[in-house]
T-cell receptor, first 114, second 111 residues
Framework: DTAVSQTPKYLVTQMGNDKSIKCEQN?????MYWYKQDSKKFLKIMFS???????INETVPNRFSPKSPDKAHLNLHINSLELGDSAVYFC?????????????FGPGTRLTVL | AQKITQTQPGMFVQEKEAVTLDCTYD???????LFWYKQPSSGEMIFLIY??????QNATEGRYSLNFQKARKSANLVISASQLGDSAMYFC????????FGAGTTVTVRA
């Protein structure tokens, strides 16, 4: 009964490839997020969706495209992967956009671009 | 501009002692939330404690307490009676319109 799940957990791929990471939450939350954690452990928000609508789109290259088919799912597609994309990507969800809503994180996807 | 500042990259603490992790933040909003998350070596992000900007009482959750000083814009985490399992990286975060994280503090608990 995992609250926020991500697949795959590990992803190793060559530069230039296209890959997707899937995220699902079973908490009934309205809001979902993608975060990137770099090699120095710094966490930065990439995107957030509320009721399938894009709310936050940080300065992320156009090669990254989130898709939310429904409130429970938020997938991340990455085109033309680059070495600098290597990181851990976390999906998260919260009940809403309010500042007091705790965010629940998925286990992370470690992406390695060779 | 950095919104969340954690000035201690790493700390050592003896088992059963208390440790305080510093966090200062910057926002012009009146309504915001402050969070602490724990990231053990296994990598998952674990929510520890929350403090709302309008909360007058400091938040507590078991061995975790948050020392909230609004005028100083600080939200320090206190872990009491440290255990070996507390060894991890700890992140302070602020949610005004989005969640911004500090750089983290690595805590190592010594037996």
């Amino acid at each position: 009964d995992t609250a926020v799940s991500q697949t795959p957990k590990y992803l190793v791929t060559q530069m230039g490839n296209d890959k997707s990471i899937k995220c699902e939450q079973n908490l009934g939350h309205d809001t979902m997020y993608w975060y990137k954690q770099d090699s120095k452990k710094f966490l930065k928000i990439m995107f957030s969706y509320n009721n399938k609508e894009l709310i936050i789109n940080e300065t992320v290259p156009n090669r990254f495209s989130p898709k939310s088919p429904d409130k429970a799912h938020l997938n991340l597609h990455i085109n033309s992967l680059e070495l600098g994309d290597s990181a851990v990507y976390f999906c998260a969800s919260s009940q809403g956009l309010n500042s007091y809503n705790e965010q629940f994180f998925g286990p992370g996807t470690r992406l390695t671009v060779l | 501009a950095q919104k969340i500042t954690q000035t201690q990259p790493g700390m050592f603490v003896q088992e059963k002692e208390a440790v305080t992790l510093d966090c200062t933040y910057d926002t012009s909003d009146q309504s915001y939330g402050l969070f602490w998350y724990k990231q053990p070596s296994s990598g998952e992000m674990i929510f520890l404690i929350y403090q709302g900007s309008y909360d007058e009482q400091n938040a507590t959750e078991g061995r975790y307490s948050l020392n909230f000083q609004k005028a100083r814009k600080s939200a320090n985490l206190v872990i009491s009676a440290s255990q070996l399992g507390d060894s991890a990286m700890y992140f302070c975060a602020m949610n005004d319109y989005k969640l911004s994280f500090g750089a983290g503090t690595t805590v190592t608990v010594r037996a």
